[in-house]
Structures are given as structure tokens and as C-alpha cells.
């Protein structure tokens, strides 16, 4: 019973879900719902930055600096994505009450997911996750694209689940052993079972975070599903599986990472290659974002493979850059709104520079940063990956994320030169959003700021890394 | 040991063939019949594993409910059982090739790995901790207990595909006469009691 007590922003977060489905069913007043989700989502980050450190449950769910501070930044992420359903929750379609409800789960499950030190609560964690996403991904009932969004998600979140218990499967019956620590004590390094075991985990891990060769479903569901939803997709659940993978490697098989360097090394070019190719040819901001997140996690995952403290230090930075960066470009898609109408194509914003100055002042740097020219935040996110892989003799990595990342300068650039230089269109009134432009000036600040002020991110990735090294 | 090992056969046999017959039998009605099959022989391999509660459990569950409720589904949609040859034909090189690949990759496997397990400990004897146990007994006793985040979590799964399946099925139809009876019966302020006249009759 003492266990649960450890649990408690996770009980606090469920408890408030079905309070709030109850309340949901009387009060029709969908804002009120929301906003008493991001309090409870805010009083949850005051009660995990407060958890005593902790292995409870036989060890399988493990509290620790780490898991805090991947903790923190989903639940940054639910929050943005809460602010960003309320101002267009009536023009997408998307006013349910059960919408802050299932992000509320879905973040449970993410919880569950950084936290997991087993084979067990890895896996449930990541289906409580997965089902609450199929749902939002599908909710705007009205949309053939919202559907089909969902649909496709579903049936590859599937497949790759089914990957994974496969792959959990080989790994149990190999070591015997479902947590992650008495995996690493139990297994027989001659057996290629095990490997078999690891290299479908990853792939199924990979999915959830798509990672070339299992992206295909990214730019469907991400242009499919209402922007909000798109939002969040590209925040936290990308942050939970990353946290997830780096501790099911680190944790079960961190002596043995010769045989699974290769599996990421391989992931993460494919992936820094592919999106910087793909992504040029876009012409939906939402696709164009989805390859965007889809090279970003190539780039992050080159802290996964050094498999040393500064990798797994530069990985942490990278992802809370990531996420601030996602968090300013989902409320500037969003704010792309006229006459209760949403643009998508990244046509619809040429010559927003003569109607939106300032803004568009904001976008051009926030485009820059997402390119990674300095001397904004994003130039230091891969700035620390890259040092992080030189350091560990991985030059080569460096090498290809770097001509990656010059690629991908084409297609963020493009978005300033339309935006400045073609011809003029009407006026978005989206930019007078109050929710909105709380996240969009927050975000851009703080991707302006970072080089001026680098210790707090630093010193927190400092921090979580302590669990591992 | 030869008998248990030949039933082990039998069952693995027909679960594999029933479930190639789930994926390429035209009518889907006997696709969920052979789904049904497949879920039958798994159960007697849980009981070859002294599983029996499990073997069990996966009856009531998955052949009582699950498969049931397919069943419905299947036959209350309208599917059209004809899929073309052609389009089976595009992808079965792609698909054969993908397969090959894996079961040389099982084989590899199979034949790089010594199969004799005995030497990690809980594998040579799983049960060491539940001597003279059911297996019922023992389930109940790590699932309210070393379980219990799991279960739970399982439970919030479970409440999360319920939410989801009636957020994206209901919809609220506007001009739908509903019973309400409370109001069909209240009479108050919807009828008048008048003292008629005798002879004089009332304006209506």
C-alpha cells in the first residue's frame, strides 16, 4: 500500500481523469474541463518534481533523476497541446469534453512508459499511451483524413506492439527474467535469441518513434489528425519513447552495446537522410513538420548510440530543445486561421511579413533555429549531439548529421523566403489568439534566450543523467 | 514425455494451419470460425504447460467473448468475401521475400543457440516459489500483490478503450422522440380542470 504513496502524481492524474469524465457529463462547458486539466497537469509537475527517488514494485517502476525530468517534459507537452485544443476546439471539429480527459490518460501512460524498469510496465504503459493517441487521432469524426489518420495509426501501432512482444518474448525466455536489471545479470551472452529479442524491441520502440525504416505512418496521421492532436504527437509521446528506449538499452543491456550500437547507428542515419530529402518536396506544413520530427529524431538518437554520459547528456538538451521548438512551431500552424478556416499548405503564408511583422520576425528565427544556425537554441541542441559523438570516436556520425543538417536548411528556409519575399495574401487572424500567443512568445523567447542563458537546460540534463552514469 | 510431446505437436500444427486459414479464407465467417480453432488448440498447449488456469481463461475470454462478438460484427457488416487475385499477386513476392528472410533469421538463430536453458535458474523451474499450489492459488497471490500496478493499469486501459469507443461512435441526433416517462406522465400545468355547467357546455 506505502508503494502507492510513492505514485502519487500518477494517482493524483487519474484520479483527477475520472473526476473530471464525471464532471464532463454534467457541465457542458468544455473550457471550464480544460482548464482544470492543465491545473491538475501543472499540480502533477509540482508533485513529480517533489517525488522522492524510489524502486518500488519489486523494482519494476523506478523513480529516479532521469525519469523526473522526461516526466517533466511530457507533461510541458500535454499542457502546451491542452492550450492549443481550446482556441480551436469549435473551427476543427474536436469540442469534446473527453479530449484533456484522454490527453490526460495518454500522459498516465507516458509516466508509466519513462518510469519502467520491466518488460511488463514498459508494455502497458506504452498500450495505455498508444490507445488514447488512436482515439485523438481519429476524433475529428467528420474529416475523411481525421479517420484515416487513425485508422492507419492504429493498424501500425499494432503491428509494432506486435513486433515488441515478440521481441519481449525472445528477451524472457532467454534470461528468464522480465526486469530490466535482472535481465542484464541473467543473460547468456552466446545466445543469439536474446539478440533477436533486442533487435525487435528496438524495432518496435522505433515505431513509437518513428525512426526510418518505421516512419511511413508519421506524415499521414500528423496531416490526417486535427493540428492540436499533431501537436502533441510531436511532443510528448516522442520524448516518452525515447526515455523508454534509452532505458531498456542502457538498463538491461548496457554491457553488451556493441550489438545494439549498430541497430541505432542505423536508425539514426537512415532517419537524419530521409527527412532531409523527403521533407523538400512537401507542401503541407503538417507533413512538412511530421518529416521535421522525423530527422530530429535521427539527430537525437546519435546521443542514444554513444552510449556515454555526454550522449545521453546531449540527448537530454536535444529533447528539450526539440520540445520548445515544437511547442512555437504547433502554435504558429495554428495560429494560420481566417475567417474561422485553418491553412495548411505552405503557400498559404507567403507574404505574411507584410501583415504580421513581429511575428513573422519570431518564425524566421524559429525556422533558423530548427535548421540549427546559431545563435539560436536549436544550433546548440545538435551542437552538443555532435561534440558528444566526436568524443566517442563516432566521426563519421557527426560527419553525415552534419551534411543531413545542411540539407535540411533548404526546406526550414524556404518557409522565411515565402514568407518575406512572394506575394502578399490576406490577413490571419489567428495571431490574437491569447492561449496562443502565451506559447508562441514563451517558445520563442526562450530558443532566443538559450544562448544568453544555457545553465538551467544544461544543469537539468546534467541531472538526469546522474541515474545512468 | 513422448505423449505431451506429440500433443504439443498436434495443437502447434493445427494452429498454424487455422491461422493461415484466418488470413486467406474468403468468407470471413469461417475466418472467425478458424480464428476460434486456433484459440482452442492454444489452450491445450496451456494445458500441456500445466497452465490451466490460463488454458481456461483463454476459452471463456477469447472463444466465448471475443470471438463471439467478431462474429456479430462480421455478420452484421456486409463484406464483400471477393478479393481479387491480382491484388493478392502484387504483393506476394514482397510479402514471400520478407518472410523468407525471417524464418532464415529464426533458423540462425535456432541453430546458433544452445537450447539447453537449465543454467538460468527460474527457467529450470519456474513454479520453485508456489510447491503444492493450483495454479489459481498461485496467480491470486502475485496478482493482488506484486501485480497490483499492472492490474490496475490494465483496468485504466480498459476504461480508456471504453471512453474511446464511445467518443467516436456516439453521436447526439437532433428531432429523435425518446421515451422520457416522468414527463409523458406528468400532467401538471399541461391539463385544466374546469367546473362544467350543466347545459352550458365550455369554449375549447
Known sequence: MENFLYLLPEVFLFVVATILLILGLFIKNIRLINNLSIISLLIGLILIINQPYQSIFDNSYVIDEFSTVFKSMILIGSIASLMMFISSKEDLHIDFYEFPILIIFATLGMMVMVSS???LSMFIGLELQSLSLYVLAALNRNSLLSSEAGIKYFILGALSSGLLLFGISYIYGFSGNTNFNLIAVNYDTESLGL???????SAGLAFKISAVPFHMWTPDVYQGAPTPITGFFALAPKVAAMGLLVRFLLNSFGEIYLDWQQIIFFISIASM????FAAIAQKNIK??????????????LIGVACVSSEGLRSLVIYLMIYLIMNIAAFSFILSLKRNDAYFENISDMSGMYKNHPFSTILIALLMFSLAGIPPLAGFF?????????IESNMTFLAVIGIIASVISAFYYLR????????EPKDEFDGFSIRSLNILFYTSSFLIIAFFIYPVPVLSVAEYAVRSFF | MTISLLTFYLFSAVILLSSLMVISAKNPVHSVLFLILSFLNAAGIFVILHAEFLAMILIIVYVGAVAVLFLFVVMMLDIKSSISKENILQYMPIGLLVGLVFIAELVIVLINTKLDLTSIQILSNPMSN?????????IGSVLYTNYILYFQLSGIILLVAMIGSIVLTLREREGVKRQIISEQLDRRGKIDLVDVKSGEGIDV
Open chain 1, 273 to 276: 537522410a530521409f527527412a532531409a
Open chain 1, 287 to 300: 507533413r512538412l513538420m511530421a518529416y521535421s520530427s522525423i530527422g530530429h529524431i535521427g539527430f537525437a
Open chain 1, 415 to 422: 518557409i522565411v523566403k515565402i514568407i518575406y519575399f512572394d
Open chain 1, 117 to 119: 524498469n520491466d518488460l
Open chain 1, 195 to 201: 539478440l533477436l529479442g533486442i533487435v525487435f524491441v
Open chain 1, 381 to 389: 541542441g545538435k551542437f552538443y549531439i555532435f561534440v558528444a559523438a
Open chain 2, 130 to 138: 508456489f510447491v503444492g499450489q493450483s495454479n489459481t492459488e498461485a
